[in-house]
Nanobody
Framework: QVHLVESGGGLVQAGGSLRLSCAASRGAFSTYAIGWFRQAPGKEREFVAAINWSGDYPGYSNSVKGRFTISRDNAKDTVYLQMNSLRPEDTGVYYC????????????????WGQGTQVTISS
Protein backbone atom coordinates (compact mmCIF):
# COMPACT_ATOMS: atom_id res chain seq x y z
CA GLN A 1 0.00 0.00 0.00
CA VAL A 2 0.99 3.63 -0.33
CA HIS A 3 3.47 5.00 2.20
CA LEU A 4 3.42 8.79 2.70
CA VAL A 5 6.22 11.11 3.77
CA GLU A 6 5.76 14.85 4.31
CA SER A 7 8.54 17.41 4.03
CA GLY A 8 9.04 21.15 3.66
CA GLY A 9 7.97 22.37 7.06
CA GLY A 10 9.93 24.96 8.99
CA LEU A 11 9.91 28.28 10.78
CA VAL A 12 8.99 31.40 8.83
CA GLN A 13 7.77 34.88 9.65
CA ALA A 14 4.20 35.94 9.13
CA GLY A 15 3.60 36.86 5.52
CA GLY A 16 6.13 34.34 4.28
CA SER A 17 5.69 31.19 2.22
CA LEU A 18 6.41 27.50 2.46
CA ARG A 19 5.84 24.60 0.12
CA LEU A 20 5.04 21.25 1.66
CA SER A 21 5.50 18.00 -0.20
CA CYS A 22 3.81 14.68 0.32
CA ALA A 23 5.79 11.94 -1.38
CA ALA A 24 4.40 8.48 -1.82
CA SER A 25 6.02 5.12 -2.29
CA ARG A 26 4.98 1.52 -2.67
CA GLY A 27 1.63 1.89 -4.25
CA ALA A 28 -0.56 3.15 -7.05
CA PHE A 29 -0.31 6.75 -5.89
CA SER A 30 -2.12 8.15 -8.90
CA THR A 31 -5.31 6.35 -7.90
CA TYR A 32 -5.52 7.99 -4.47
CA ALA A 33 -7.10 11.23 -3.39
CA ILE A 34 -4.83 13.21 -1.07
CA GLY A 35 -5.80 15.51 1.74
CA TRP A 36 -3.78 17.89 3.89
CA PHE A 37 -4.73 18.33 7.52
CA ARG A 38 -3.13 20.22 10.37
CA GLN A 39 -3.15 20.06 14.12
CA ALA A 40 -2.18 22.87 16.44
CA PRO A 41 -1.25 22.23 20.09
CA GLY A 42 -4.35 21.59 22.15
CA LYS A 43 -6.63 21.61 19.13
CA GLU A 44 -8.28 18.97 17.01
CA ARG A 45 -6.96 18.00 13.62
CA GLU A 46 -8.56 20.15 10.93
CA PHE A 47 -8.95 19.95 7.18
CA VAL A 48 -6.75 22.21 5.07
CA ALA A 49 -6.99 21.10 1.43
CA ALA A 50 -7.61 18.06 -0.73
CA ILE A 51 -7.27 16.96 -4.32
CA ASN A 52 -8.63 14.06 -6.36
CA TRP A 53 -6.45 11.52 -8.12
CA SER A 54 -6.88 13.37 -11.41
CA GLY A 55 -5.96 16.75 -9.97
CA ASP A 56 -9.46 18.15 -10.00
CA TYR A 57 -11.60 18.98 -7.03
CA PRO A 58 -9.03 21.16 -5.34
CA GLY A 59 -10.90 21.87 -2.13
CA TYR A 60 -9.84 24.23 0.64
CA SER A 61 -10.93 25.22 4.09
CA ASN A 62 -12.23 28.76 4.36
CA SER A 63 -9.28 29.71 6.55
CA VAL A 64 -6.73 29.00 3.80
CA LYS A 65 -8.71 29.65 0.63
CA GLY A 66 -6.93 32.17 -1.55
CA ARG A 67 -3.61 31.67 0.26
CA PHE A 68 -2.86 27.96 -0.16
CA THR A 69 -2.74 25.93 -3.36
CA ILE A 70 -2.78 22.15 -3.57
CA SER A 71 -1.43 20.38 -6.64
CA ARG A 72 -0.09 17.00 -7.61
CA ASP A 73 2.43 15.49 -9.98
CA ASN A 74 1.53 11.85 -10.44
CA ALA A 75 4.67 11.24 -12.48
CA LYS A 76 6.65 12.11 -9.34
CA ASP A 77 4.19 10.51 -6.91
CA THR A 78 4.03 13.80 -5.04
CA VAL A 79 1.39 16.22 -3.85
CA TYR A 80 2.31 19.79 -2.98
CA LEU A 81 0.80 22.38 -0.70
CA GLN A 82 1.98 25.88 -1.57
CA MET A 83 1.32 28.15 1.40
CA ASN A 84 1.52 31.91 0.95
CA SER A 85 0.72 34.85 3.19
CA LEU A 86 1.26 32.67 6.23
CA ARG A 87 -0.19 33.69 9.56
CA PRO A 88 0.66 32.66 13.13
CA GLU A 89 -2.62 30.74 13.27
CA ASP A 90 -1.32 28.49 10.47
CA THR A 91 1.14 27.02 12.96
CA GLY A 92 0.81 23.29 13.53
CA VAL A 93 1.82 19.85 12.41
CA TYR A 94 0.74 19.27 8.83
CA TYR A 95 -0.21 15.79 7.73
CA CYS A 96 -1.02 14.39 4.34
CA UNK A 97 -3.42 11.51 4.03
CA UNK A 98 -4.62 9.23 1.24
CA UNK A 99 -7.83 7.48 0.41
CA UNK A 100 -8.78 5.27 -2.49
CA UNK A 101 -11.92 7.22 -3.33
CA UNK A 102 -12.74 10.84 -4.01
CA UNK A 103 -11.33 13.63 -1.91
CA UNK A 104 -13.26 14.67 1.16
CA UNK A 105 -12.80 17.11 4.04
CA UNK A 106 -13.33 14.48 6.73
CA UNK A 107 -10.17 13.08 8.31
CA UNK A 108 -11.98 9.87 9.24
CA UNK A 109 -12.44 9.07 5.54
CA UNK A 110 -8.69 8.74 4.98
CA UNK A 111 -6.96 5.43 5.43
CA UNK A 112 -3.26 6.24 5.17
CA TRP A 113 -1.35 8.99 6.96
CA GLY A 114 2.14 10.41 6.94
CA GLN A 115 4.12 11.23 10.05
CA GLY A 116 3.61 14.99 9.75
CA THR A 117 5.84 18.02 9.31
CA GLN A 118 6.00 20.97 11.69
CA VAL A 119 5.11 24.44 10.44
CA THR A 120 5.74 27.38 12.74
CA ILE A 121 4.82 30.94 11.83
CA SER A 122 6.26 33.71 13.97
CA SER A 123 4.52 37.06 14.34
Amino acid sequence: QVHLVESGGGLVQAGGSLRLSCAASRGAFSTYAIGWFRQAPGKEREFVAAINWSGDYPGYSNSVKGRFTISRDNAKDTVYLQMNSLRPEDTGVYYCAARYMGATENADDYDLWGQGTQVTISS
